[in-house]
């Protein structure tokens, strides 16, 4: 990486015509600030091998690139405009998706987030164009989970089961609010709601998960993601897919159980992160105020988890041998406490 300010058009020839020499194998140039008339007009002399160009606060004269392709704003030298007019071409709903990311992160303003913007374009573009790593993964096909086959005495059907991914949502501002995860992914965010909910467009179905994360400085910070999901070919399946970080992810999710009352419900899923060479599965638990279900609930859960290949507690070997003895000096009084 090299970092330069735009007084070097000043300069000796001999530092003028090392940074062209840069930016003719540069994958991504980064412009802040850039204003003066003498420094625009020699980036654009000069950027046309560039593949990538990100303006920052800069010269309207100075135009974006993502992958190639020119991205045109309103407001052109700022690509995190927050009114965006792109083309409707296809080739470009890739960068739309890429900038409004980038624009969500810049926009908050911290280390952090100002890290991300400049991860996201070298995750969706410079890293898969070269395969630094040479990654590659697929969806994990094992294990295999069956959906449920009826709700409330009735055939599912992908209505119904849209209905159930929906939940809560109307009632509640949330459709489903998290218990616990299989998947890291679900267990180390705190306070995750999830969000279901059909489309404008006919057929159309998102999933938002939104949550908190702890950054580098300390903070928690509200998170949201937006999946695209679509029917699978069983009844109770979805294909699930979201850019996270510049990197696509595709996932299998599965309905395994929805209890009759809504007050837990219990989804299975596979995914994959191709370029980033990562593939997993896992469950997620969920009910309307992110508690365990109650007591009465618990054996349709075990069994449905059972389907999952997981067991509901660890099964731990407890136990003392006989005729040793417990507390000398104090009383504890007996309590109520889970074992899962």
């Known amino acids: 990486m090299i970092v330069f300010s735009d007084n070097f058009v000043k300069s000796e020839d001999e530092i003028v015509k090392h940074v062209s020499n840069e930016l003719d194998r540069a994958d991504i140039l980064v412009v802040v600030a850039v204003r003066k008339e003498g420094s625009v007009n020699w980036i654009q002399s000069n950027n046309q091998n560039v593949p990538n160009i990100i303006c920052f606060d800069s010269s309207l004269a100075l135009r974006n690139k993502l992958g190639g392709s020119f991205v045109e704003t309103k407001k052109r030298g700022d690509i995190f405009s927050s009114s965006l007019s792109f083309s409707q071409s296809k080739k470009l709903d890739e960068s739309v998706e890429i900038t409004r990311t980038v624009f969500d992160a810049w926009e908050r303003h911290n280390s952090d987030d100002i890290r991300f913007c400049l991860l996201v374009i070298i995750n969706a573009y410079i890293t898969p ?131 009759d009352d809504l007050s837990w419900g219990l989804f299975h899923y596979h995914g994959v992160a191709r370029v980033a060479g990562q593939s997993y599965t896992g469950v997620v638990l969920v009910s309307p105020d992110g508690q365990y279900p109650v007591e009465k609930e618990k054996q349709r859960l075990i069994s449905a988890l059972d389907r999952c290949g997981i067991k509901a507690c660890e099964n731990a070997p407890l136990g003392i041998p006989d005729g040793s003895s417990l507390h000398s000096k104090i009383q504890v009084n007996e309590q109520t406490h889970s074992s899962v």
């Open 129 to 259: 164009k070269n395969n630094c790593l040479e990654l590659d993964a697929k969806i994990p096909e094992k294990p295999y989970v069956t959906p449920m086959a009826e709700f409330r005495g009735e055939k599912l059907s992908t209505e119904i089961a849209e209905d159930l991914f929906v939940g809560w949502l109307g009632t509640l501002e949330w459709s489903w609010r998290v218990v616990a995860g299989q998947n890291p992914a679900y267990d180390q965010f705190p306070c995750q709601y999830q969000l279901f909910y059909r489309g404008k467009a006919r057929g159309s179905f998102w999933y938002e998960p939104v949550f908190q994360v702890k950054t580098l400085e300390g903070d928690l910070v509200w998170r949201r993601r937006k999946y695209r999901v679509k029917r699978g070919k069983a009844t109770g399946t979805f294909h699930f897919s979201v850019l996270d970080n510049g990197v696509v992810s595709n996932e299998f999710w599965t309905i395994v159980d929805v209890s």
